[in-house]
């Protein structure tokens, strides 16, 4: 039950022996830790694979990225001569230098269109989302320079892009090309709901944050030309009256990506009805990916416990990203230590205990140290393309000509045109005893194929590549 994993039992009374003997016992678990520092600092200069590419730290990594749904309420907004609204998620572009009356070169890569308030449920097009990183790294990363922009069309162009250029709520590429023209547009820094999130506990538990957001739509011309390459555009205010700007309310919805399998899981169904609000923003992160783990030896009668923070590994200390993934390293990565899993709304626990049978030790004779002895390796599929290869070298460029031993001058007359081209043809045919050969090369796969024997080496290679042989 919960209580047995999440609590340590209380001391036995040993005697002097018994707690030596304990000790002992204990100590098995320091050799497994050992050789995971070692192969951690090995694994520095040239690891053997990245942990950020396992399947298990991608999901966790997607389930922290932020949605946000753009919407516009009625109530908030009286002037409902605002549609259709354009929202795009755009980033300038790095190498463009603002002109004087222009906006940056904005690129985007999505696009989606609003003919409606929210509060038409009925009708489709009434809000727009999109997908950011998590708020710990949009300070750190590319994504403080994304904005969300606002473009109203206003010139004769407008009735040409409409709800048939849309797929969902995404607008085609094709269709953008016709914004060009006069129209109002405003942008929401996503910096600036990073600042407000980075307080919001309640994000962490998988809730809908709401935020409202002001955003004023001044009049300006929209530049075709960029439209056409690399999805980007640019805003020129020197082409149109600088006058009759207004005021858009924009409502904001923010969710974790992985908010539904948060809710699902027991831990993070606790109930914080008994924390004071003064303490809630910290007893939410200590609980965030904190995992105790119990170890349990001398026959499984004692434990030691130990927590770890952002589901990390008791043993290398590595990050696993979920309490899932954390499963699947021990499993896979200490595969000499048993594992039992228990999650429920007090903790996350893991009972750890010796596997019997791992610890046996290897039968050698007496009086070698088996770290003298000479480990080999063999991979028979990648010898047997080596092989393969080898035997294709060896063919393709060698022209197989047999001279007997003789004096340097007979050995240098020997080489004449006449007599290659016709020992060459000798040399194609199968001698009398060659089927002997034969046996004996497909009975060893030690004896390597012969250049000489032209035609069995070929017919050797094509015999080795079967794979019922």
Not at 32 to 38: A, H, Q, S, Y
Not at 241 to 259: C, F, N
Request: proline content about 5%.
């Amino acid at each position: 039950g919960p209580d047995h994993m999440c609590r340590q039992p209380s001391t036995l009374e040993l005697s002097p022996d018994e707690q030596l003997a304990a000790e002992e016992t204990f100590k098995l678990y320091c050799k497994p830790v050992e050789l995971c520092n070692v192969i951690q600092k090995r694994a520095l200069d040239n690891p053997a694979f990245l942990q950020r590419c396992l399947h298990y730290m991608i999901q966790a990594s997607r389930k922290k990225r932020i949605q946000l749904t753009v919407s516009l309420s009625r109530g908030t907004n009286t002037d409902h001569n605002i549609f259709p609204l354009y929202v795009l998620l755009a980033t300038p572009t790095s190498d463009s230098i603002p002109l004087e009356g222009h906006s940056p070169i904005y690129r985007f890569s999505r696009a989606c269109l609003l003919t409606s308030f929210t509060e038409f449920a009925s009708k489709d097009h009434n809000k727009a989302t999109f997908t950011i990183p998590d708020v710990k790294n949009i300070a750190t990363s590319r994504a403080c320079n994304l904005s969300i922009i606002l473009i109203r069309c206003v010139s004769d162009s407008e009735g040409q892009v409409g709800e048939n250029n849309c797929s969902g709520d995404h607008v085609e590429a094709s269709a953008l090309r016709k914004l060009e023209g006069k129209c109002f547009w405003g942008k929401i820094p996503i910096n600036l709901l990073g600042s407000s999130l980075e307080n919001c506990v309640t994000l962490n538990l998988g809730h809908t944050v709401e935020l409202a957001s002001t955003v004023t739509m001044n009049p300006s011309f929209l530049e075709p030309k960029f439209l056409e390459q690399d999805s980007c555009l640019t805003f020129c205010s020197h082409k149109v009256d600088a006058t009759g700007s207004y005021q858009l309310q924009v409502g904001i919805s923010v969710q974790e990506a992985g908010a539904r399998d948060m809710s699902e899981s027991p831990y993070n169904s606790y109930s914080y009805s008994d924390v004071p609000p003064s303490s809630l923003p910290h007893i939410i992160r200590l609980r965030a990916g904190n995992v105790i783990f119990n170890f349990k030896y001398y026959n499984n009668t004692m434990q030691k416990t130990e927590v770890t923070e952002d589901f990390a590994c008791a043993f290398c200390l590595v990050k696993c990203g979920s309490y899932k993934g954390l499963g699947c390293h021990l499993n896979s990565t200490h595969d000499l230590f048993h594992f039992e899993f228990w999650i429920s709304e007090e903790c996350q626990a893991v009972n750890v205990s010796l596997k019997a049978d791992a610890w046996k030790m290897e039968l050698v004779g007496k009086g070698v140290d088996p770290r003298h002895q000479t480990f080999s390796y063999c991979s028979r599929l990648k010898m047997r393309r080596r092989r393969s290869l080898a035997t294709v070298e060896n063919i393709s460029p060698v022209h197989p000509h047999i001279m007997d031993s003789v004096s340097p001058e007979d050995a240098q007359a020997g080489s004449s045109k006449d007599e290659f081209v016709q020992r060459e043809d000798d040399n194609n045919s199968v001698a009398p005893d060659s089927a002997e050969h034969d046996h004996s090369l497909n009975g060893s796969n030690l004896t390597p194929p012969t250049v000489l024997e032209f035609g069995k080496t070929r017919k050797l290679s094509a015999e080795r590549s079967d794979p019922r042989k």
